[in-house]
């Protein structure tokens, strides 16, 4: 029997065999978001921090295994694109940090799709790809809680725990020691099989803090929201020839 859909925020797990999954993507109020890209203007970071994360909401809505995307924000801004992408948009109730937002995300699509797995994704995954979250999302469904770290191996992009498994996401610096450290397994080449090579979730890892990580981003291939903010022409000089 298939699994009971809300048909306002989610797709029907036909595209692909397996565990489907519900995908929580916590994002910051905008005037808040990339505090670290200090070289730009507030009003330049908040475009971009937008534009990376309507396209990290529209790699995941696209993704095979993903049944429904959950954001969490209290940005209007936010959820009104998260919404017009097919997210269920759900206010911070918490407001307490990054993590309980995931936890609550996570609970909320725990109650309407218990038969799913339930995923935390950071919202600052411009190049990332709905095959990448499709590998890595068949990987964890057979792994128990498990991760994908960042580029540099010290954060995380992605945690996951199928049905049954206690989810416990600890996003933030250093989360990569403390998700091993939790007993999650970390995904890379041996989980994914060996044909993916090793750039497979190369997008995926790639998270977006300095100019050099977007940098790094444009180079793997942008989505088309943050790359039309940085094209030739958009009023935006301190992005000028990021993509060149």
Partial sequence: MAPDVDPETA??????????????????VLAQAKSRLAEL?????????????????????AAPLVGAVVVVTD???????????GALVLPDRPASGLNDALAYGAAEARKRWPERGRAGLAADL??????????????????????VPDAEGTGTVLYAAPPGVEF????GQGSGNRHRAAGAVEIGPAEIGPTA??????????????????RRAARLGLGQRTRALLADGAPHPELAGILK
Avoid: C, H, Y
């Fill in 11 to 28: 797709r029907p797990p036909t595209a692909a065999p397996g565990l489907i999954w519900s995908l929580v993507i916590p994002v910051k």
């Fill in 41 to 61: 203007t507030g009003t330049v970071r908040s475009q971009l921090a937008l534009a990376m994360a309507a396209d990290t909401i529209a790699a995941a809505a």
């Fill in 75 to 85: 940005d209007p801004a936010v959820g009104d694109i998260a919404a017009r992408l």
């Fill in 126 to 147: 411009p190049a990332v790809r709905p095959g990448e979250l499709t590998v890595a999302l068949a990987a964890a469904a057979n792994l128990g809680a498990a991760f």
């Fill in 168 to 171: 416990r996401p600890q996003f």
């Fill in 197 to 214: 090579g090793p750039a497979a979730l190369a997008g995926l890892r790639r998270d977006v803090d300095t100019i050099g990580d977007l």
